[in-house]
DNA sequence: TGAACATATGAACAACTATTCATATGTTTA
DNA sequence: TAAACATATGAATAGTTGTTCATATGTTCA
């Protein structure tokens, strides 16, 4: 009757996991910022938000500059919009999008930053 | 014989697009950043990352803190590990995870600042 | 050396997601 | 009002990815 419980049981450090736990994030908190990143994680979005960050764009521009079809970039400025990281205004036909936020172009410039050292 | 063409093949704003253009980044440079931006997407590996940043780890520690198995976490890891997030020790049997980076919190730091705004 | 243990890893499956295609919506103008 | 055009969207598909399960690797200690 000897404890043969595996690692995934028992924890080796007791005092370092007691106070990792104590500063752990609420699930919730830690969940949403994943979803933020996801919105970062696709070529698409960067390319979007990065020609964005240099100026305010109708959907048919943003096409031709991202090199992708109308409908793909629609559906991914649907994805943005939801995220609050871009918003959008109306002129007659045409609707132009830009950066909702300054932290956008701050997590992009914080990336490259990494990505351009490692 | 008129120009029919849609959105997809006609700039409207000709200015506009020629400027974006220059600026904009290379293929590559995006596609990394995306990448990047791929390993924080994920809640499991920004629980694993948030608890690094509270202090070095064991596998099995983190484990426990995080609540997924031992495989989970160990496969997580990998990833975490090829972006050069985290750096590994090892002293005896026992494998010690921690942060490879400042930049690491930063960017979760930037991320989380968004999602409490937002 | 062999048992016990911490960690790593390959294969398979399930869930998610980006694009495409077709079409709908909304706006202008002839 | 009808045609032309910019944008949006639903459904389907193909590709990607996180977890699980089983097992392998590497280390210590009796």
Same mark, same amino acid.
């Given at each position: 009757m000897k404890k043969i419980e595996q690692c995934d049981n028992v924890v080796i450090h007791e005092?370092?996991? !007691?106070?990792?736990?104590?500063?752990?994030?609420? *699930?919730?908190?830690?969940?949403? +910022? /994943?979803?933020?990143? @996801?919105?970062?994680?696709?070529?698409?979005?960067? !390319?979007?938000?990065?020609?964005?960050?240099?100026? *305010?764009?109708?959907?048919?521009? +943003? /096409?031709?500059?991202? @090199?992708?079809?109308?409908?793909?970039?629609?559906?991914?400025?649907?994805?943005?919009?939801?995220a609050k990281l871009v918003k959008s205004r109306r002129d007659g036909k045409v609707v132009y999008y830009s950066l909702d936020d300054d932290h956008v172009h701050q997590i992009i410039a914080l990336g490259l930053e990494h990505v351009l050292e490692k």
């Open positions: 005092e370092i996991v !007691k106070k990792v736990e104590e500063q752990m994030k609420d *699930e919730e908190e830690l969940l949403s +910022l /994943a979803d933020l990143y @996801k919105v970062f994680a696709d070529s698409s979005r960067i !390319k979007i938000l990065w020609a964005l960050s240099v100026s *305010e764009l109708c959907v048919c521009d +943003l /096409a031709v500059v991202v @090199k992708m079809t109308q409908s793909a970039v629609s559906h991914q400025l649907r994805v943005l919009k939801q």
